[in-house]
């Protein structure tokens, strides 16, 4: 019988500089996803056994996917594991790699702070027109409401990252300069 190996450090540990609160983000894309597959399977169910589909559920699914890829993003912003150049962003000293990760959170809130900005007169004007969905006919601004709503909380996680790096010494500089 062999011994048990020792505990180590977990993969799927939390990371000590991740925001204790991340549970918005957490239960949001868990009933995102029970509904998407709660919808997908009734769908399923219904084309099996009358040889229709409940097409107007196609509508709903790909707003609800809007929202995950939202929802995801912010998590993965405020975790900080948004996508991102490793060749560049892990190079070089530890002070660049600091002065780069604030520079990404700054250009992401940035970014989604212009968004959430520019898409309130897209839902103003939707609720102005009285726009409504091409498939089931309900406002459309109900559906575009959710787009400042999530770029206000993405813009919120990146400027909380950009602060978190800010606090954190440079970490030890054990790559030297950059090197290609």
């Known amino acids: 019988m062999s011994p048990t190996p020792p505990a180590g450090p977990q993969d799927d540990a939390p990371r000590?500089?991740?925001?204790?609160?991340?549970?918005?983000e957490d239960w949001l894309t868990?009933?995102?996803m029970a509904l998407l597959?709660?919808?997908?399977?009734?769908?399923v169910i219904v084309r099996y056994f009358t040889d229709t589909s409940f097409a107007w559920t196609e509508e709903i699914s790909v707003f609800l996917m809007i929202v995950l890829a939202l929802v995801a993003g912010s998590a993965a912003v405020a975790r900080d594991v948004h996508i991102r150049i490793?060749?560049?962003?892990?190079?070089?000293?530890?002070?660049?790699?600091?002065a780069l990760a604030r520079?990404?959170?700054?250009?992401?809130?940035?970014?989604?702070?212009?968004?959430?900005?520019?898409s309130v007169r897209v839902v103003w004007d939707d609720f102005r027109f009285?726009?409504?969905?091409?498939?089931?006919?309900?406002?459309?601004?109900?559906y575009s409401v959710w787009l400042p709503v999530f770029s206000a909380l993405i813009t919120w996680r990146a400027i909380?990252?950009?602060i978190r790096r800010g606090r954190q010494a440079p970490p030890a500089d054990h790559h030297g300069d950059f090197q290609a």
């Open 16 to 24: 000590t500089d991740e925001p204790r609160s991340l549970r918005l």
């Open 130 to 142: 009285e726009e409504t969905s091409p498939g089931i006919g309900v406002p459309q601004w109900w």
């Open 103 to 118: 520079f990404g959170a700054l250009m992401v809130a940035l970014l989604f702070g212009v968004i959430a900005v520019l």
């Open 37 to 43: 597959a709660l919808i997908t399977f009734a769908n």
């Open 30 to 32: 868990v009933i995102v």
């Open 160 to 162: 909380g990252l950009f």
């Open 86 to 98: 490793e060749w560049f962003a892990e190079g070089g000293s530890a002070r660049r790699r600091q």
